[in-house]
């Protein structure tokens, strides 16, 4: 009996499964340039098991000095994306300091598609009363193309004292058009007010991320800002 026509067809399914299973990693694990950062619209992605990273981001939305400093450290443990961050935010000639976590779990749901859930805690320690809130975050992302894709999030903050809560979320797309480049756009609702944010994505070295965005109100009290962020991954 000739057996090598139902070797090759074996052959054939073995390379459609590998392949398969590579477009499904792909779309969780966290690629060369990816969402999230300062950006408001989160990707449904992961950091690789085993490997760090460290942010930053300093945003203005005026002449005067420097609105708010971001700094966060965040690792994959398992299943989960853990981080750790600080906000100071400085207004009418204040500032208050807010600490924050955020856990953050993604699984692929097709080749093309991931989604995920982000719970986001934070205390405002300087505040008197002290406040606190909680983030709760519906992530999906879709792959369009390999340098194309897009990114939605819908979720609500629950803020205390008072008990206030207000939905949050919207839509972003990504374009990689150049190796190490990236531009975005996204529309979204946060904070009582919606907005349009465009920026640009250069990745200088291996595991060294540079963005810059503006973001325009559209409605809302909140204010026009322009960004410029630093991220480092490592293992």
Same mark, same amino acid.
């Given at each position: 009996?000739?057996?090598?026509?139902?070797?090759?067809?074996?052959?054939?399914?073995?390379?459609?499964?590998?392949?398969?299973?590579?477009?499904?990693?792909?779309?969780?694990?966290?690629?060369?340039?990816?969402?999230?950062?300062?950006?408001?619209?989160?990707?449904?992605?992961?950091?690789?098991?085993?490997?760090?990273?460290?942010?930053?981001?300093?945003?203005?939305?005026?002449?005067?000095?420097?609105?708010?400093?971001?700094?966060?450290?965040?690792?994959?443990?398992?299943?989960i994306e853990w981080s750790l961050g600080a906000d100071q935010v400085r207004e009418d000639g204040t500032r208050q300091r807010?600490?924050? /976590?955020?856990?953050?779990? $993604?699984? +692929?749901?097709?080749?093309? &598609? @991931?989604?995920?859930? *982000?719970?986001? =805690?934070? #205390?405002?320690?300087?505040?008197?009363?002290?406040?606190?809130?909680?983030?709760?975050?519906?992530?999906?992302?879709?792959?369009?193309?390999?340098?194309?894709?897009?990114?939605?999030?819908?979720?609500?903050?629950? /803020?205390?004292?008072?008990? $206030?809560? +207000?939905?949050?979320?919207? &839509? @972003?797309?990504?374009? *990689?058009?150049? =190796?190490? #480049?990236?531009?975005?756009?996204?529309?979204?609702?946060?904070?009582?007010?919606?907005?349009?944010?465009?920026?640009?994505?250069?990745?200088?070295?291996?595991?060294?991320?540079?963005?810059?965005?503006?973001?325009?109100?559209?409605?809302?009290?909140?204010?026009?800002?322009?960004?410029?962020?630093?991220?480092?991954?490592?293992?």
């Amino acid at each position: 009996m000739n057996t090598r026509p139902m070797n090759r067809y074996l052959l054939r399914i073995a390379r459609l499964l590998r392949a398969a299973s590579a477009l499904a990693v792909a779309s969780v694990a966290l690629p060369a340039l990816a969402a999230g950062g300062h950006h408001a619209i989160d990707d449904a992605a992961l950091l690789e098991p085993g490997r760090c990273k460290l942010e930053s981001w300093a945003s203005r939305s005026g002449p005067g000095p420097l609105g708010l400093l971001h700094g966060a450290a965040g690792c994959r443990l398992g299943p989960i994306e853990w981080s750790l961050g600080a906000d100071q935010v400085r207004e009418d000639g204040t500032r208050q300091r807010t600490v924050g /976590a955020q856990l953050k779990w $993604a699984t +692929a749901l097709t080749p093309w &598609l @991931s989604g995920g859930i *982000a719970v986001a =805690p934070a #205390w405002t320690p300087t505040a008197r009363p002290r406040e606190r809130s909680v983030v709760v975050n519906g992530l999906l992302t879709g792959t369009w193309t390999e340098d194309l894709r897009w990114h939605a999030n819908l979720g609500r903050t629950q /803020a205390d004292p008072g008990g $206030a809560s +207000a939905w949050r979320g919207g &839509l @972003s797309v990504d374009w *990689a058009f150049r =190796p190490d #480049w990236q531009v975005m756009t996204e529309r979204y609702r946060e904070d009582g007010s919606d907005f349009l944010r465009s920026g640009l994505r250069w990745q200088p070295a291996q595991g060294w991320t540079l963005d810059a965005s503006h973001a325009w109100r559209l409605r809302g009290e909140g204010k026009t800002a322009s960004t410029l962020g630093l991220t480092f991954e490592f293992e």
